[in-house]
C-alpha cells in the first residue's frame, strides 16, 4: 500500500543559483528526491524494485546536470573549475559505492538514500553552486527578466 507522503524537499528561490538553465536541473533533480521519498512504502521487496529502476535514471540526470555545470564553468573561464568537477567526482564515486553495496546485498534503505541525495544537493546548491554565481552574473550580457540567462545554446560552446 502506497502512503503519499508529499515533498521531502520544496523548490525554494533561496535555491536559485540565478541561471535558469541550472535551477531548472536542480528542480528536476530536487523532484527525483521527491519521487523517491514517495516510493518510501514499508515494503522492502517493493522498494528494492523501485530502487533498481529510479537509480540509473537518478545517475544518468546527475551526469547530465554536472556536465552542463561544467562547460559553463569552462566556457566562462570560472577559475573553480577543478574543485567544482572534484566535488562532482567524489559525489558519483559516493553513489556508485551505495550501488555497488546495495547489489552486494549489503542494507540500504530507499529511505537512507533519499535523503543522503537530498542532503547532497542542497548542500552542493548552496556552497558549491553559489560560488560560481557572483562570477557569472559579472560576465553576463544578456539578463532575462532581472536573472542571467545562460542557455543550452552556450553551454555547447
Do not use: C, P
Amino acid at each position: 500500500m502506497t502512503r503519499l507522503k508529499g515533498d521531502l524537499v520544496t523548490w525554494s528561490n533561496t535555491f536559485s543559483v540565478g541561471i535558469k538553465l541550472i535551477d531548472d536541473q536542480h528542480k528536476i533533480l530536487l523532484n527525483i528526491v521527491n519521487d523517491m521519498f514517495n516510493h518510501v512504502v514499508g515494503d522492502e521487496e517493493a522498494e528494492r524494485v523501485y530502487f533498481r529502476e529510479i537509480i540509473q535514471k537518478a545517475v544518468n540526470y546527475v551526469k547530465i546536470h554536472f556536465s552542463t555545470e561544467e562547460k559553463i564553468i569552462l566556457n566562462t573561464r570560472f577559475s573553480g573549475y577543478a574543485e567544482h568537477k572534484k566535488e562532482h567526482e567524489a559525489f558519483i564515486l559516493a553513489i556508485v559505492d551505495k550501488v555497488r553495496d546495495f547489489e552486494a546485498g549489503k542494507r540500504l534503505t530507499l529511505t537512507e538514500f533519499t535523503r543522503f541525495l537530498r542532503e547532497w544537493i542542497l548542500t552542493h546548491i548552496a556552497i558549491m553552486d553559489k560560488q560560481y554565481f557572483n562570477y557569472f552574473k559579472q560576465i553576463a550580457t544578456r539578463k532575462e527578466n532581472g536573472k542571467l540567462s545562460i542557455t543550452q545554446a552556450d553551454v555547447m560552446r
